[in-house]
């Protein structure tokens, strides 16, 4: 079993829908949990980490976080073209937010927002 | 500009015959990653470093070797080079901090091991 899974996808979702993005872990230790995105080509950028269970919100994203189940998803409001990407899942043992470097990624969802 | 430099960022070689990486940054970060990614597997962590001299295997450390000597360089070594070590390579760093932790990755190296 992986460590860190993602739903397989492609996800496909129109303009201006809800986007959800899941990921599950296997390491009860896991403390800090981020979300990266990379579009095609690029470099994956970070979009938010949440360390504590609930909701956190920035702006159209909404990340939550489930500890007792280990699972924490990535909730994209109104969906634009723009927010066609691969979005990564990544954990870590660190605990408030912080890595100190040593993170454990999942496989990537892409999404593609059609208009 | 606050950056993460790597070079080369293409590079075809033959089986065997050693190679390095090499990754710098500009902001003082402690922490430096190295990651491969390949296709249905995502980024896997090949060896990260905390702070000069101090380094650790992440998850896929085989065949490859690192070293910190100086604070804002991070080289990939890659000894003998194999046909499973075609990948793309993504250097990152981070100041490590809680509530402010982020990974700023290079622009990536797209190695081919013939």
């Known amino acids: 079993q992986k460590e860190v899974e993602q739903n397989s996808g492609p996800l496909s979702v129109p303009e201006g829908a809800i986007a959800s993005l899941n990921c599950t872990y296997s390491?009860?230790?896991?403390?800090?949990f981020f979300w990266y995105r990379q579009y095609s080509g690029k470099s994956p950028e970070l979009i938010m980490f949440?360390?504590?269970?609930g909701d956190k919100e920035d702006g159209r994203f909404t990340a939550q976080l489930n500890k007792a189940s280990q699972y924490v998803s990535l909730l994209i409001r109104d969906s634009q073209p723009s927010d066609s990407a691969t979005y990564l899942c990544a954990v870590t043992p660190g605990a408030g937010g912080t890595s100190y470097g040593k993170l454990t990624f999942g496989q990537g969802t892409i999404l593609t927002v059609h208009p | 500009e606050a950056q993460v430099t790597q070079n080369p960022r293409y590079l075809i070689t033959v089986t065997g015959k050693k190679l390095t990486v090499t990754c710098s940054q500009n902001?003082?970060?402690?922490?430096m990653s190295w990651y491969r990614q390949d296709p249905g597997l995502g980024l896997r962590q090949i060896y990260y470093s905390m702070n000069v001299e101090v380094t650790d295997k992440g998850d896929v450390p085989e065949g490859y070797k690192v070293s910190r000597k100086e604070k804002r360089n991070f080289p990939l070594i890659l000894e003998s080079p194999s046909p499973n070590q075609t990948s793309l390579y993504f250097c990152?760093?981070?100041?490590?901090?809680?509530?402010?932790?982020?990974?700023?990755f290079g622009p990536g190296t797209r190695l081919t091991v013939l």
């Open positions: 949440i360390y504590s269970n």
């Open positions: 902001m003082n970060h402690e922490y």
């Open positions: 990152a760093s981070t100041i490590g901090g809680p509530y402010t932790d982020t990974q700023y």
């Open positions: 390491d009860r230790g896991s403390q800090s």
